[in-house]
């Protein structure tokens, strides 16, 4: 069965930084793309930033390019968002999921972790 | 602002059928996909490509795509479909994925 589970939310003060984890696990995780996905309270679903299966290509919305940073670890199975320069709207719960790339499919998600920015 | 659009909101009568849908020029060159989101809880894909549906997905829901509106049908409407639905396409540089903003579906 696959298992994403995110880790490494909480509260941070405007112009601080998080490193977001998601631990996969019941799939072959260097096979697939990956995707982070946020929803800030009370809102819709916004897609974040994806990468590919090694980690070479990777694509940002434009509201966070230049302030966070989506990476990999095969060996570990892991996914990472680091998260710089944080503004009150980033304040949300951060999913990942499992992209289906050339199906545009977010196939399996993580249950979140919330990601507070305040003074 | 999202480059696709959904109805705000709709309501259908328990075992009624009701269309939700997505307006967007992404959808003349790719698919959409569908979530179901309940209150607290993580989303879950219902509908993918043509019309996939995962395993485990009732067969009640059902999908369609002609020119830039993509669309998700449920037939024969339970509770548990009480809900929200966000389509999901890539934008024009074509890397990149758009959520539409959401439609509540009420079951009534």
């Known amino acids: 069965e696959v298992h994403l589970v995110e880790s490494g939310g909480g509260l941070v003060q405007p112009g601080g930084s998080l490193r977001l984890s998601c631990a996969a696990s019941?799939?072959?995780?260097?096979?697939?793309?990956m995707s982070w996905v946020r929803q800030a309270p009370g809102k819709g679903l916004e897609w974040v930033a994806n990468i590919n299966q090694d980690g070479s290509e990777n694509h940002y919305v434009d509201s966070v390019k230049g302030r966070f940073t989506i990476s990999r670890d095969n060996a570990k199975n892991s996914l990472y968002l680091q998260m710089n320069s944080l503004k009150a709207e980033d304040t949300a719960v951060y999913y990942c999921?499992?992209?289906?790339?050339?199906?545009?499919?977010?196939?399996?998600w993580g249950q979140g972790t919330l990601v507070t920015v305040s003074s | 602002s999202s480059e696709l659009t959904q109805d705000p909101a709709v309501s259908v009568a328990l075992g009624q059928s009701v269309r939700i849908t997505c307006q967007g020029d992404?959808?003349?060159?790719?698919?959409a996909s569908w979530y179901q989101q309940k209150p607290g809880q993580a989303p879950v894909l219902v509908l993918y490509g043509r019309n996939n549906r995962p395993s485990g997905i009732p067969d009640r829901f059902s999908g369609s795509s002609s020119g830039g509106t993509a669309s998700l049908t449920i037939t024969g409407s339970q509770a548990e479909d009480d809900a929200d639905y966000y389509c999901?396409?890539?934008?024009?540089?074509?890397?990149?994925?758009?959520f539409g903003p959401g439609t509540k579906v009420t079951v009534l």
């Open positions: 999901i396409s890539r934008d024009k540089s074509g890397g990149r994925y758009v």
């Open positions: 992404s959808f003349r060159n790719y698919y």
């Open positions: 019941g799939f072959t995780f260097s096979s697939y793309w």
């Open positions: 999921a499992r992209d289906v790339f050339l199906a545009v499919a977010l196939d399996c």
